[in-house]
T-cell receptor, first 117, second 113 residues
Framework: SAVISQKPSRDICQRGTSLTIQCQVD?????MFWYRQQPGQSLTLIAT?????????ESGFVIDKFPISRPNLTFSTLTVSNMSPEDSSIYLC??????????????FGSGTRLTVV | KQEVTQIPAALSVPEGENLVLNCSFT??????LQWFRQDPGKGLTSLLL?????REQTSGRLNASLDKSSGRSTLYIAASQPGDSATYLC????????????FGTGTRLTVIP
């Protein structure tokens, strides 16, 4: 299956600042997905990122707070802007492995554990 | 909207015991179901993918089954080991949409040496 390199693995940030999370995939993929996992909760989809177009955000998430870039078919970034303690979560990227999710399923990055103080 | 539930929320077993984790979903029109493992503070590792035409998948000590008509999937772990301690998540895909992936609430497993 595809291999995703996600960084940073963890960070502690001051409120009001921004953090950019990067995901690099070892193969070209059409769509990349960004999730948030709040403490003790399951995963919630933030947005879907397609190369060459604006990301599609889920209800409750806005571009000003979570801007996403997708400059090519192997890379994407998610920025958490103007952070508050409520943004403390694990953030994960995911891809449809080789564009063949029906056969291989979804692959996830190793996660970024963000703590906002 | 699809809702996925996992029972129990937490489970503690002695090493060597066989165990079953349960996953239920409300809409039987799912396409595939995928089981993941998550270690504390980490990302997700895919364990098994069951396609809609399949009823079960096996990988080593793991066996996952899928019964779409009853809205249930189970993950069977044989001869549990302390290294199996993690949170196990199931995720159901719906047939339509680019990424209709719905996650369960997870089962936190502790295997006691």
């Amino acid at each position: 299956s595809a291999v995703i390199s996600q960084k940073p693995s963890r960070d502690i940030c001051q409120r009001g600042t921004s953090l950019t999370i990067q995901c690099q995939v070892d193969s070209q993929v059409t769509m990349m997905f960004w999730y948030r996992q709040q403490p003790g909760q399951s995963l919630t989809l933030i947005a879907t990122a397609n190369q060459g177009s604006e990301a599609t955000y889920e209800s409750g998430f806005v571009i000003d707070k979570f801007p996403i870039s997708r400059p090519n078919l192997t890379f994407s970034t998610l920025t958490v802007s103007n952070m508050s303690p409520e943004d403390s979560s694990i953030y994960l990227c995911s891809v449809d492995a080789y564009g063949q999710k029906l056969n291989y399923g979804y692959t996830f990055g190793s996660g970024t554990r963000l703590t906002v103080v | 909207k699809q809702e996925v539930t996992q029972i129990p929320a937490a489970l503690s077993v002695p090493e060597g015991e066989n165990l079953v984790l349960n996953c239920s979903f409300t809409d039987s029109a799912i396409y595939n179901l995928q089981w993941f493992r998550q270690d504390p503070g980490k990302g997700l590792t895919s364990l098994l993918l069951i396609q809609s035409s399949q009823r079960e998948q096996t990988s080593g000590r793991l066996n996952a089954s899928l019964d779409k008509s009853s809205g249930r999937s189970t993950l069977y772990i044989a001869a549990s080991q302390p290294g199996d301690s993690a949170t196990y998540l199931c995720a159901a895909w719906e047939e339509t949409g680019a990424n209709n992936l719905f996650f369960g609430t997870g089962t936190r497993l502790t295997v006691i040496p």
